[in-house]
């Protein structure tokens, strides 16, 4: 509440009951709450005030263990980045922390939903489709697509898609199966996302993660009005990483200026990683 009144959190507003609350580890293994408010990028500034006027909090947002999780685990680096700004330091990472970041037996698929379209096409069966650019008027594109042996597959579409917004629309459906209403056996349903439309923010792999889909095959549907067409779409198709990919290869190749910040700290702080992208890294692009 004091947040969307952009009310100052002052020592007075947290005291040593919320701070035992705040830092009260649940029984069920969830996040505290001072951890789902680091987690939030949205609540940084309460969480910058709340870290300058309580040192315990601090204390706890800034170790070692909490600076890895956020690496690993957060959605956004940028989580990772408020931490080192407020005192953590990457050269308390253990070993054991490094290697895993470095190993490519630990990649873990749902990092693959952060693919940004570039990303993506260095996956070894990647598919990449364009519309024809700019499309024509009256337009009606039916594609099918397939990575034989997938058992999930994800899209992600070039920063420059662009078709007219609301007239001119594009749609993903694939199949899957779902369990009967007596749960007796499964059965096979069109799953549908979309219609997609407007600018390249509106489809997944810009500022949404990509689409994910069971399976190993889907369908588009492409249409478009009889007036006012643009540059059109382009996405890839992939289900698997890039061979000997691990999780800090997403921020060396990432165009994103908090990814590219947050490796500038990694080569800085620890060695392995720099060895890493002049090496390793590049044998891999």
Request: aromatic share 12%; proline share 6%; glycine share 4%.
């Amino acid at each position: 509440e004091a947040y969307r009144n952009q009310a100052k959190i002052t020592k007075s507003f947290v005291g040593k009951e919320e701070l035992i609350l705040l830092l009260e580890e649940p029984k069920n293994g969830k996040k505290t709450r001072w951890t789902n408010i680091i987690y939030n990028p949205k609540l940084h500034p309460i969480a910058k005030e709340l870290m300058n006027d309580h040192h315990s909090l601090k204390t706890a947002a800034c170790s070692s263990i909490m600076l890895y999780n956020t690496i690993s685990n957060s959605p956004t680096i940028s989580v990772a980045l408020l931490l080192l700004e407020s005192g953590a330091s990457l050269k308390k990472l253990t070993s054991n922390e490094v290697s895993s970041m470095l190993d490519t037996n630990a990649f873990r698929k749902e990092y693959m939903k952060s693919f940004s379209f570039d990303l993506a096409c260095y996956s070894p069966e990647a598919i990449v489709h364009n519309s024809p650019h700019d499309y024509p008027n009256d337009a009606d594109i039916r594609k099918s697509f397939t990575i034989p042996g997938a058992s999930i597959i994800y899209v992600s579409f070039h920063p420059k898609t662009h078709i007219e917004y609301h007239y001119d629309t594009l749609e993903i459906v694939w199949p899957s199966t779902t369990a009967h209403e007596n749960n007796d056996h499964l059965a096979t349903v069109q799953t549908k996302e979309g219609p997609y439309s407007g600018s390249s923010e509106q489809f997944p792999g810009i500022e949404m993660p990509a689409l994910q889909m069971q399976g190993d095959s889907f369908d588009i549907h492409f249409t478009s009005d009889e007036s006012n067409t643009f540059w059109g779409y382009k996405f890839v198709v992939w289900s698997q990483p890039p061979k000997d990919w691990c999780y800090f290869c997403n921020f060396v190749v990432s165009e994103k200026e908090e990814d590219a910040k947050f490796c500038k700290l990694m080569f800085e702080a620890r060695p392995e990683f720099k060895e890493y992208a002049k090496g390793k890294m590049m044998q891999v692009l």
